[in-house]
């Protein structure tokens, strides 16, 4: 411990030394309130009447494009602050100022006699904008927090001026696609006829990228080159996976209960549930060495097998990360099974991306995230044995879309060109040489590099504005399992009626209602074309 706090002293000091402190040592009360972005003092001073004032409306225009997405929009109504908190913000101290590097800057403002409040910022276009906010006890533990991370801000600044800058030239695109584009079956078939696995990355609960993944399988060239699916499902239910394509009766009951085991309240992606029926269809036409094996690969806690609370925490603490559960599924059945046709591998786009930033969603508590499930496999089999595919989807996060791959450069080339399905290499190609921005969260940094660094194909099936909202299984909610929800909340501290925005009983026909008011008629993308 004491060797890492004198490392952390050196650097801290390293990056003091390339910064500039300026002390104020002035109530934020003694500056006028006005909207000035010109220096970093004037920039957090904003910052702060902006919350003095509850102006949630003014968030995106005085914050850095890295952070934009997450905040109010214009049309976001004003905060209640009450007088208290008012006169708190209003006689705190601000007491210094550091500048790094002419381009990040915090403000360190003395909330208590305790915690201090940093305000970074950052120069882009001219304007100090707002990073966000850390907290410090005291002077010189919010300088060692601010110097620590200054480097990692400045690196995180530079991208986002990449990630920002987007070409209006789009004929260099339109003239790739006219030239290179091929039909998506076209595509995807050839590379899991050269390629012993092919990920495809996809978005959930999508029915156009379901449907089009069942057209492929019924074509006959499918079977032929492909003789393994790994699905991202719990890994500990391959027994029942097995049970349930052995049957000589379509038993939908066992494939239910296997989406029932996924998370606290199941998996209500009803395109896959439809997917893995249809791989039972086609394979009651088939013959035993013809047959498609369907391989579960996902690490998921076993909730059927968890009694307590206490049960819950322990299996809780030696989950395995996600992706690298993954990753050891597909590596030991690729290296291990007979079949010497390819393999498949459906799974969030999250998870497949190859660069060398750790996957998100993954790690179980208290653990460092390793890399993606499709980074990992590139490094236990080889580069030219993984193709990686990305379908065209928004910009957002695993919580949702935000925004527009490449500010809607992409969406704009695909209208041009007519808006028809399309796929094509990444490699070699101006789609691919732009800087990946498809995951929001790892956009900005570094080690993503560009979306030919990250997948090796792109596929494109339909225009956002048209697609209908998330296709859900409401066939998962009968009431036994609501009643078993119930009770996975309970051993879990999980607030059900919070998650679902209900307050009262929650029944079959209450779950199914919300979910039919949330999605049905509604077209899925809605708020990226308000």
């Not at 009360?29 to 949630?56: H, Q, R, W």
């Not at 052995?246 to 309240?265: A, H, P």
């Not at 269809?281 to 307590?308: G, H």
């Not at 949330?518 to 899925?524: H, L, P, S, V």
Request: charged fraction near 25%; proline fraction near 3%; include cysteine.
């Amino acid at each position: 411990m004491k060797g890492f706090i004198s490392i952390l002293a050196i650097c801290c000091l390293t990056t003091a030394v390339k910064a500039q402190s300026i002390t104020v040592d002035k109530q934020l009360k003694d500056f006028p309130d006005t909207f000035d972005l010109s220096t970093p003092l004037n920039a957090g001073i904003t910052c702060s009447y902006m919350l003095v004032n509850g102006k949630e409306n003014l968030w995106r225009d005085v914050s850095a494009y890295m952070i934009r997405e997450y905040l109010p929009k214009s049309n976001a109504p004003d905060r209640i602050v009450n007088e208290t908190n008012k006169s708190r913000m209003l006689n705190s101290t601000i007491k210094e100022v550091i500048v790094y590097k002419d381009s990040v800057a915090c403000m360190i403002t003395e909330n208590d006699s305790v915690y201090y409040s940093i305000r970074i910022l950052g120069l882009e276009d001219g304007k100090w904008l707002n990073i966000g906010e850390d907290l410090g006890r005291g002077m010189e533990n919010s300088r060692e927090i601010f110097y620590a991370k200054a480097p990692n801000t400045l690196s995180r600044l530079h991208r986002s001026i990449k990630i920002k800058t987007v070409s209006t030239d789009t004929l260099t695109f339109v003239d790739y696609i006219k030239q290179h584009g091929v039909e998506p079956q076209e595509f995807l078939l050839e590379a899991l006829t050269t390629h012993p696995l092919v990920i495809f990355g996809e978005y959930h609960r999508r029915k156009v990228s379901w449907d089009f993944l069942t057209s492929m399988l019924y074509d006959p060239r499918f079977v032929e080159k492909v003789g393994t699916v790994f699905v991202e499902l719990p890994s500990y239910q391959q027994s029942e996976f097995d049970r349930f394509y052995v049957s000589n009766e379509l038993d939908t009951e066992i494939l239910l209960e296997i989406m029932r085991s996924e998370q606290i309240y199941g998996w209500w992606d009803r395109g896959e549930y439809e997917f893995l029926i249809n791989i039972w269809k086609l394979n009651q036409t088939l013959p035993a060495d013809k047959k498609i094996k369907v391989i579960a690969t996902d690490e998921q806690l076993p909730y059927k097998l968890l009694k307590t609370a206490e049960d819950y925490k322990t299996s809780r603490d030696r989950l395995s990360d996600r992706n690298t559960n993954m990753a050891n599924v597909i590596e030991q059945t690729i290296k291990t099974k007979t079949d010497k046709r390819n393999s498949l591998f459906i799974v969030g786009y999250g998870h497949a991306y190859k660069s060398h930033v750790p996957g998100g969603s993954s790690a179980a508590q208290g653990q460092e995230p390793a890399l993606t499930a499709g980074a990992q496999l590139v490094q236990r089999l080889s580069e030219k044995d993984v193709f990686m595919v990305l379908q065209h989807v928004p910009m957002g996060t695993n919580s949702g879309a935000l925004g527009f791959v490449r500010q809607g450069l992409f969406d704009a080339v695909f209208e041009i060109t007519g808006n028809k399905p399309i796929a094509f290499q990444l490699t070699g190609s101006p789609f691919g040489a732009e800087p990946f921005d498809t995951d929001y969260q790892m956009s900005f940094d570094n080690r993503t590099g560009n979306f030919a660094d990250n997948f090796d194909g792109y596929i494109f099936l339909n225009p956002l504005k048209d697609e209908d909202s998330d296709y859900i299984l409401y066939d998962i909610w009968s009431e036994r399992f609501v009643n078993e929800m119930k009770r996975r909340a309970a051993i879990t501290n999980f607030d059900m009626n919070r998650w679902l925005g209900h307050e009262g009983e929650l029944t079959k026909g209450k779950i199914i209602s919300i979910f039919k008011e949330a999605y049905e008629g509604k077209k899925r993308w809605n708020q990226l074309f308000e």
